[in-house]
């Protein structure tokens, strides 16, 4: 089982790169028992998606 700092760095990076297989279940089983991690991965989301926007916007 991860600890919720290992789940968090998971989460950041997975934002940079694809995580391996065992990552990805490791991270996912967290998730599922842990709430303040899984709001922790909404968040950085809408982040990354807000920061997408707006390079988006940058480029037109
Ligand atoms: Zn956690």
Redesign the pocket.
């Known amino acids: 089982m991860l600890t ?1 700092r290992q ?1 968090t760095q998971l989460l950041s990076e997975k934002q940079d790169r694809s995580l391996f297989l065992r990552e990805q279940s490791n991270l996912q089983l ?1 998730l599922l028992a ?1 709430r ?2 899984r709001r922790y991965g909404k968040q950085i989301k809408s982040l990354s998606q807000l920061a997408k926007a707006f390079r988006h916007v940058d480029q037109e």
């Open positions: 919720c789940a967290h842990c303040s991690c």
